[in-house]
């Protein structure tokens, strides 16, 4: 079965600081992973996405398929990063999303 | 172009009654899938429309119906309301022929049921 586990609901870091989200999977076949995020009263957009492979305000995320993961990285927090991050799978071809329960992130000045 | 639109914004109902959510797709998508999220959870896949058709469908009971129009806006309809129902209803809208096209995310519908 599919599965997107983010064990962390909340991340308290303070700004400047480096901050990392850990995202980890389960799928058998090749999935495409993305980070979506979700600014205060704001709707959910697409962070990035594992293809892409492309750093977007300064976040990074590396696939590893032999640990099953997508963790999200940021060196230096800025306080506009507080935010929801939600980890999600794609894994057929008609775009079906499966997400995760999210981590919420908060950094303090 | 306003993005996905979703109405309405908020809705309550009691249980056991029926409710039908809208969305509009971003301009030049053709596809319209809808999610459920439940409160401190991430979002949940329910089903997605294309060419008016349902194409694929998550867990989800039969309570929870669509349907898609000619000019691909999208309706979601749930019967015999139950609390577990009470969500935030999320639609997104992408191009059916790219499978790796970007899902744009409407501002959702958010649901109390009473």
């Known amino acids: 079965a599919q599965r997107v586990t983010q064990p962390e609901k909340l991340l308290s870091v303070f700004k400047g600081a480096p901050v990392e989200l850990k995202c980890n999977y389960s799928?058998?076949?090749?999935?495409?992973l993305f980070w979506y995020v979700q600014y205060s009263r704001q709707r959910l957009q697409l962070l990035l996405r594992h293809i892409s492979r492309e750093s977007i305000k300064g976040f990074t995320a590396d696939l590893n398929k032999g640990e099953t993961s997508f963790h999200l990285k940021k060196p230096f927090a800025q306080e506009e990063d507080s935010a929801m991050y939600y980890c999600?799978?794609?894994?057929?071809?008609?775009?079906?999303?499966?997400f995760g329960a999210g981590t919420q992130v908060v950094v303090t000045p | 172009d306003a993005g996905v639109t979703q109405s309405p914004t908020h809705l309550i109902k009691t249980r056991g009654q029926q409710v039908t959510l809208r969305c509009s797709p971003k301009s030049g998508h053709d596809t319209v899938s809808w999610y459920q999220q439940a409160l401190g959870q991430g979002p949940q896949f329910i089903f997605q429309?294309?060419?008016?058709?349902?194409?694929q469908r998550g867990n989800f009971p039969d309570r929870f119906s669509g349907h898609q129009f000619p000019n691909y806006s999208s309706e979601l309809n749930v019967n015999a309301l139950l609390l577990g129902d009470s969500a935030l209803y999320l639609c997104?809208?992408?191009?059916?022929?790219?499978?790796?096209?970007?899902?744009?995310f409407g501002p959702g519908t958010r649901l109390t049921v009473l």
């Open positions: 997104a809208s992408s191009l059916g022929q790219d499978p790796t096209d970007t899902q744009y």
């Open positions: 799928y058998s076949g090749s999935p495409e």
């Open positions: 999600a799978l794609r894994a057929d071809s008609w775009g079906k999303l499966q």
């Open positions: 429309y294309y060419e008016e058709e349902e194409r």
